[in-house]
Structure formats: C-alpha cells, structure tokens
C-alpha cells in the first residue's frame, strides 16, 4: 500500500535500532520513536544488545540505564522493557508499533541465559548475533584485526558459520542478524575473496534455520560501514531464497535516530517480499 503523501511503502518498518539503552549507542527511546513518526514509519522494534558471553562480559556484558553503564540485571532490563512498553502506548496514536525485541549475542551454552531472559520479560523479536569468534569481536575495529591475525580467511569462515550454524540450531531466535558481518573489516583485511566465503558453508545454515523457522534480516548498515552491499550480499539473498529461507525484515542498525531506515527506500526494491503490494 502506498501513503499517497509520500509514495513510501506505508508498510515500512525498522526491526533493528539500538537506542542508548546500548552503551554504544545513542538517542533515546523518545528521540529514536519521534524520528520514526517523521520518517511515517509504522513499526519500530527495538533490539538492545545482550551479550552475556563468560568469556567478554567485562567487555561488553552491560545496559546503559540513565547514562550508567549496568550489569545485565534482571532489574536493569526491567527498566528498559518498561520503557519501551510507554512508548508503545505513547506512539501508538501516531501510527507507530513499537515493539520489545534484543539482539543476542550468541556465544555456545547461551540457552540458559537467553531462555531465562525470555521467561522474565515479553520479547517480541529475537534478534540472534554472532559477533564474536572464540574471545575476539569480529566486527569491532581493533580486535577484528588481531582475529584475522591469527586466521587464514577459511579458517575464519568455518568458525563463523559454525557459530551461527548453532545459533539458528538452538531455535532461540526469531532472525539471524548481519549474516555476513564478518565483511565489515574482513573485506579490507581479506580482499574480495570475502566475497564468496560463504560458499560451501552457508547451505547447511540455511538447513538449519529452515528446519527450526529462523529468517534473516536485510540490514543496511553495511553501507554505513562503506561496504558496496548491504548484509548479507545480494549473491547470499539470492541462495537464501532458493534454499527456501525468509527474509523477514529490513533492519538499519541504528546506533543514532538519524540512521533509522537508513537506506530503506532503495533496500525495500530488493525485500520485495516484505511488501506484497508495492510492485502490482
Ligand atoms: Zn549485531
Ligand atoms: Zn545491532
């Protein structure tokens, strides 16, 4: 359906913004949901991080509460679903859907913690990341470096792919995020053979996450990151739909209000399938 005043799918939401709840974020909820109402978006889900890997929480393991950096607390997230659940009474009038959702870092035996998070509190999208290959992040400048010190491009994409392989496997997640994350800092380490790193690995993923529902997201934030393509490559898009994968959302990665659906006008030609009735 199109808004007649904008000729913008009407339908158009952004299921992937981190607000200042993420200690690398900024923009608060309010700010984040205002930019969403002037943009005519009508859904806006957000997805805090949650990293609760033993192995880096002292890197990455905290909330941002009132400008605090916090332990992921049950207490501490409290406060930020009861947040988003005010904003959702708040916009709603506005046309806008605002929707409780975290993006998970996986990390191997995080079911317990997921799990117990999801009982705690209503989680309406599930976002599953793997951003992290044994202690290193690979998408974090510095220490994407010393990872890709250590490994060889296949080596690396064997880990990568097993990581999410098992993520998809837990059945935890709604969507995996950034497939291709890896490319962020890979492509200039790596070259372009990055590019077709994901043959021969990225069909036994699709298995699994066909097997247990699991969809990926069209993230834009890629083209903030300088690459040429979006995550994953439209090569992977392409395979994805053939292995009978759902692309289930389009995600900017906002890490400010100002880079909500970023790029989403030229990336929602490519999500076809999220709008069934702009193209008839
Ligand atoms: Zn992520
Ligand atoms: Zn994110």
């Keep these: 359906m199109l808004d007649p005043d904008n000729m913008m799918p009407q339908l158009i939401g952004d299921f ?42 002292e890197r990455e393991g905290y909330i941002r509460i009132n400008g605090i950096k916090e332990k992921l607390t049950d207490d501490a997230m409290a406060v930020y679903f009861a947040d988003i659940s005010r904003a959702y009474q708040e916009y709603g009038p506005s046309g806008l859907t605002v929707v409780p959702g975290v993006e998970f870092g996986y990390f191997s035996g995080c079911e317990k913690v997921v799990n117990s ?21 690979v998408c974090c400048a510095d220490s994407a470096q010393k990872l890709f010190a250590k490994m060889t491009l296949d080596q690396m994409a064997d880990a990568y792919f ?27 380490y790596y070259g372009e053979a990055i590019n077709n790193i994901h043959m021969g690995r990225i069909e036994k993923l699709f298995e699994t996450m066909v097997r247990n529902n699991v969809g990926f997201e069209l993230n834009s934030s890629a083209l903030r990151h300088g690459l040429a393509e979006y995550y994953p490559t439209m090569d992977i898009i392409n395979m994805a739909r ?39």
């Design 117 to 137: 998070l999801k009982e705690k509190f209503d989680i309406q999208y599930s976002l599953g990341a793997v951003h992290s290959i044994g202690d290193l992040c």
């Design 162 to 188: 097993e990581q999410l392989n098992e993520a998809a496997g837990t059945g935890l997640f709604d969507c995996l995020a950034h497939l291709d994350v890896y490319r962020r800092f890979g492509t200039e």
């Design 242 to 280: 053939s292995a009978g994968v759902m692309l289930v959302s389009l995600g900017s990665d906002a890490h400010h209000p100002d880079q909500i659906a970023y790029d989403f006008e030229a990336a929602s030609s490519i999500a076809y399938e999220l709008f069934p009735y702009v193209d008839e």
């Design 16 to 57: 992937h913004v981190h607000p200042d709840y993420s200690f690398d974020a900024e923009g608060t909820i309010d700010e984040y949901c205002q930019k969403a109402v002037e943009k005519r978006l009508s859904e806006l889900r957000f997805t805090t991080h949650f990293d609760a890997d033993p192995k880096h929480i």
